[in-house]
Antibody, heavy 116, light 112 residues
């Protein structure tokens, strides 16, 4: 059974930093693209970032490029998102997802709240 | 960037009756490899999204056969043949052909 478990969310003031983690099991992590998708309160879904199998190819939505960094550790079957210079509009539930031409398995999400 | 437009945004349905959601893209979703990477997701209240349909019409693992997807090019449809109470939630289409990937706004399905 595929399992994705996010951690690292919390409350942080504007300009602060957080590091999200996602532990994966039940599939061959090293062979899978992985993605972070977020959902602001009461809003729709937005793909934030995606990374290929060995970490050599990444993509970021314009609003986070230069502030967020996606990475992975295949030996630990883990996905990460370093989030710096956080803004109010980054407040959202962040989902880790395995990707196969679209997210096919999702974690339960971790809430990031940016507020003074 | 590709824009995904869903309609309707709200869909009251009667239990046991069919339901249909439309999704249109601002440009063709046919990839250079010949596939069309159009997905449908369901998000029940308080839950994470789950993928129902991939590549227009392929059902995901464990997805009931009352869900079906169709369409081509820029025009796509998700149909529920007979709505059940557990189908309440928000449904999103998403294209994975072009960068950046894009979701539709979501369609809220509720029981009349």
């Amino acid at each position: 059974e595929v399992q994705l478990v996010e951690s690292g969310g919390g409350s942080v003031p504007p300009g602060g930093s957080l590091r999200l983690s996602c532990g994966a099991s039940g599939f061959t992590f090293s062979r899978s693209w992985m993605t972070w998708v977020r959902q602001a309160p009461g809003r729709g879904l937005e793909l934030v970032s995606i990374i290929n199998q060995d970490g050599s190819d990444t993509y970021y939505v314009d609003s986070v490029r230069g502030r967020f960094t996606i990475s992975r550790d295949n030996a630990k079957s883990s996905l990460y998102m370093q989030m710096n210079s956080l803004r109010d509009e980054d407040t959202a539930v962040y989902y880790c997802a395995k990707d196969s031409w679209g997210p096919d398995y999702w974690g339960q999400g971790t809430l990031v709240t940016v507020s003074s | 960037d590709v824009v995904m437009t869903q309609s309707p945004l709200s869909l009251p349905v009667t239990l046991g009756q069919p339901a249909s959601i439309s999704c249109r893209s601002s440009q063709s979703l046919v990839h250079s490899d010949g596939n069309t990477y159009l997905n449908w997701f369901q998000q029940r209240p308080g839950q994470s999204p789950r993928r129902l349909i991939y590549k227009i019409s392929n059902r995901g693992s464990g997805v009931p056969d009352r869900f079906s997807g169709s369409g081509s090019g820029t025009d796509f449809t998700l149909k529920i043949s007979r709505v059940e109470a557990e189908d309440v939630g928000v449904y999103y289409c998403m294209q994975a052909t072009h960068w950046p990937r894009a979701f539709g706004q979501g369609t809220k399905v509720e029981i009349k």
